[in-house]
T-cell receptor, first 111, second 113 residues
Framework: GENVEQHPSTLSVQEGDSAVIKCTYSDSASNYFPWYKQELGKRPQLIID?????GEKKDQRIAVTLNKTAKHFSLHITETQPEDSAVYFC??????????FGTGTRLQVFP | NAGVTQTPKFQVLKTGQSMTLQCAQD?????MSWYRQDPGMGLRLIHY???????DQGEVPNGYNVSRSTTEDFPLRLLSAAPSQTSVYFCASSLLGGNQPQHFGDGTRLSIL
């Protein structure tokens, strides 16, 4: 089955700096890669997703890149702000059933 | 639209007790799933359903049962609670499958003593 590894587990950055979180997946048939943000005590919420026919996708300060050959994808947050502090999860799915998550990255943005 | 509604929000059980975690969605989504969230282990898939009458196992199904008699509801049953099942449980739904944006409920925090 699919296995998703996520690094780092914690990440601290200064406000205004960039943050990068990386994930690798095992199933070469995976074709959908979402990223979720979870604030303390809240539900996970989708922030961006990418499908395997696209190499990069941007939404304002957030971007996701996908390398199908290497089976890894990354989340890039530019100009970080204190409100970006949260736990971020990557995930992968190869069809209409299972969506498998990584173990999460706790991002702290210091003013 | 209420979205995905989970009840209860908190529950404390004794070892060996049974209970049902409720999940309902009003978005006419075909796909529903249950995850458990433990520190350092992310979100692990317990069971999922691609439509009424169809359920399947996820990554960590042991000790849990599910059923999907209607499109709206997807209850999760713990038959004999164990301390290892202490966790936060999230229900999620999407229009058609795991390869689409998931809408999560607010979670149920479950403690097994």
């Amino acid at each position: 089955g699919e296995n998703v590894e996520q690094h780092p587990s914690t990440l601290s950055v200064q406000e205004g700096d960039s943050a990068v979180i990386k994930c690798t997946y095992s199933d070469s048939a995976s074709n959908y890669f979402p990223w979720y943000k979870q604030e303390l005590g809240k539900r996970p919420q989708l922030i961006i997703d990418i499908r395997s026919n696209v190499g990069e996708k941007k939404d304002q300060r957030i971007a996701v890149t996908l390398n199908k050959t290497a089976k890894h994808f990354s989340l890039h947050i530019t100009e970080t702000q204190p409100e970006d502090s949260a736990v971020y999860f990557c995930a992968a799915s190869n069809n209409t059933d299972k969506l498998i998550f990584g173990t999460g990255t706790r991002l702290q943005v210091f003013p | 639209n209420a979205g995905v509604t989970q009840t209860p929000k908190f529950q404390v059980l004794k070892t060996g007790q049974s209970m049902t975690l409720q999940c309902a969605q009003d978005m006419n989504h075909e796909y529903m799933s249950w995850y458990r969230q433990d520190p350092g282990m992310g979100l692990r898939l317990i069971h999922y359903s691609v439509g009424a009458g169809i359920t399947d196992q996820g990554e960590v199904p042991n000790g849990y049962n599910v059923s999907r008699s209607t499109t709206e509801d997807f209850p999760l049953r713990l038959l004999s609670a164990a301390p290892s099942q202490t966790s936060v449980y999230f229900c999620a739904s999407s229009l058609l499958g795991g390869n689409q944006p998931q809408h999560f409920g607010d979670g149920t925090r479950l403690s097994i003593l």
